[in-house]
């Protein structure tokens, strides 16, 4: 079984940074890749960024694609997310995701999740 801790969220203004972490209880050489979800009240969870934990290819969905960073510290078993310039429209709860390698190949993984809000 593999645990996957979020912390980092909190509420800030327009315009601010968070760096949301997302801490797995394996080493990451056992995770193939891991993401962050989204969601935000009333709407559908939804994708926001990839990160390949071997070679740290990352992808970003579109909206995102340049104010959020995702990467990785494999010595922490630990990946980020640094959020710049953030919007009101940011504002949801971030699940940390991952899917499994090796032993633990073919499952899939959520955090509990962490709340994000941007507002004035």
């Known amino acids: 079984q593999v645990q996957l801790v979020e912390s980092g969220g909190g509420l800030v203004q327009p315009g601010e940074s968070l760096r949301l972490s997302c801490a797995a209880s394996v080493s990451l050489l056992n995770i193939y890749d891991m993401r962050w979800y989204r969601q935000a009240p009333g709407k559908q969870r939804e994708w926001v960024a990839s990160?390949?934990?071997?070679?740290?290819?990352?992808t970003y969905e579109d909206s995102v694609k340049d104010r959020f960073t995702i990467s990785r510290d494999n010595a922490k078993n630990t990946v980020f997310l640094q959020m710049d310039s953030l919007k009101p429209e940011d504002t949801a709860v971030y699940y940390c995701?991952?899917?499994?390698?090796?032993?633990?190949?073919?499952?899939?993984?959520w955090g509990q999740g962490i709340e994000v809000t941007v507002s004035s």
């Open positions: 995701f991952a899917s499994g390698s090796r032993r633990y190949r073919g499952r899939e993984y």
């Open positions: 990160i390949i934990t071997d070679y740290g290819r990352a």
